[in-house]
């Protein structure tokens, strides 16, 4: 199957309809949205994929079918059908766990059947024709629902969504294990924050039904275990649910000797509050104690970098920094490049108000955003506080 490579904020013009219902998905499901940002996006013209697919870490969507549901009578709404549908294939692994199951078809409608109920829960608008049934799908895991529907006569497939399933494609010296455990930390990290922000919003989260409580997850918390997986790559979660919830937090204790190097940016331009700024440098020094990373890189940053302190160990997090100005994002990201500074994470504390901030550039390293304002932030992952 041939596809290209694109960067869809460049590829689709301005008004196009995967651009319009990317923005829909933005407003309607945050957890969808963060995963679609991560995706590596791509087109083809492969019949294979009549629409869309996903491998886990790449969208590949069929520029004729796309047309096709954007002209038909649901329009946008098909379309962040789609969008919703293989994001959540990606977030819950589905195509490295159903490509390994012996039936197929079989794996792909049991997969189909989970994530559409998924959709539908959120009262977003689904397309006729789907494997959609609450009391088929119920609290069941992919593989609980395969084995199901092999015991029944599975139903024909008529999904209008294809075959949607792929296998992942590797490059030289890749290891499949190795990728598929990066990409698993990487979406229980964006549902962990999709946890925060349903208890910030009021909602339920959809992906924590059955698999914890949430009332109780903190921002503190969702900062420790990102950044305890970002440094300690033997770190490995007893917990096979798709979420933490957050009575299972499990990174206490579990961080190695010596971790990576951390950068903690922090928006000095006067939108922060104090209180807010002195909770977070409170929790980066109690994230520091615990994890011992080798090196702390603490930048003051606004539409520039203002400060660079760099914490040893046993040192303590300055209290107080130089700012004052406009909020850039880009800046801070060009400094590190250009300080040879290549850190295990970059955990940035902001009001999320930049005038780049849905335009970054692709990141060289991962970025938790702490953020008491806006989450539009079109690179890394996104704690709403």
Not at 67 to 86: K, N
Not at 302 to 309: A, K, L
Not at 352 to 381: E, H, K
Request: proline letters at 6%; hydrophobic letters at 35%; one cysteine or more.
């Amino acid at each position: 199957m041939n596809s290209t490579i694109i960067d869809p904020y460049d590829y689709f013009p301005k008004g196009h309809p995967i651009k319009v219902a990317v923005r829909d998905v933005g407003r309607k499901w945050f957890l969808c949205y963060s995963k679609l940002l991560a995706l590596e996006w791509h087109i083809t013209d492969d019949p294979s994929i009549p629409y869309g697919a996903t491998d886990g870490r790449r969208l590949i969507l069929n520029t004729n079918g796309i047309a096709e549901m954007a002209a038909g009578s649901q329009g946008i709404d098909a379309l962040v059908f789609l969008l919703c549908h293989e994001a959540l294939h990606a977030l819950l692994g589905h195509p490295w766990r159903g490509t390994k199951l012996r039936n197929k078809q079989v794996a792909n409608i049991a997969a189909d059947y989970i994530v559409n109920a998924m959709i539908d829960a959120q009262n977003l608008p689904t397309i006729p024709n789907i494997y959609l049934d609450h009391k088929v799908s119920g609290d069941l895991s992919l593989e609980q629902l395969y084995r199901k529907l092999l015991n029944d006569e599975p139903p024909p497939e008529t999904n209008p969504t294809g075959s949607d399933l792929i296998e992942m494609e590797l490059g030289d010296g890749e290891d499949e294990q190795e990728v598929i455990d990066k990409l698993s930390e990487s979406n229980e990290a964006m549902m962990i924050a999709d946890a925060a922000h349903a208890k910030k919003t009021g909602k339920t989260s959809t992906m924590c039904v059955d698999r914890g409580t949430t009332k109780d997850i903190r921002w503190q918390d969702i900062l420790r275990e990102y950044f305890c997986e970002k440094t300690n790559n033997r770190w490995v979660s007893p917990v096979n649910r798709p979420v933490f919830g957050s009575t299972k937090m499990v990174c206490l204790g579990r961080a190695k000797p010596k971790s990576g190097t951390l950068v903690v940016a922090i928006d000095t331009s006067g939108s922060v509050s104090q209180q807010m700024l002195s909770d977070f440098l409170s929790e980066v020094e109690a994230i520091i104690e615990q994890t011992n990373p080798i090196e702390t890189h603490v930048i003051s940053a606004s539409h520039r970098v203002c400060e660079h302190v760099v914490v040893e160990r046993g040192e303590s997090v300055p209290t107080t920094l130089k700012g004052g100005g406009g909020t850039m994002f880009q800046p801070t990201f060009d400094y590190l490049v250009s300080q040879g500074i290549e850190p295990s994470a970059v955990i940035y504390l902001t009001d999320g108000y930049a005038s780049d901030a849905t335009r970054l550039r692709p990141l060289l390293f991962p970025v938790l955003w702490v953020s008491t304002g806006a989450t539009n932030m079109n690179q890394g992952i996104v704690i709403p506080v």
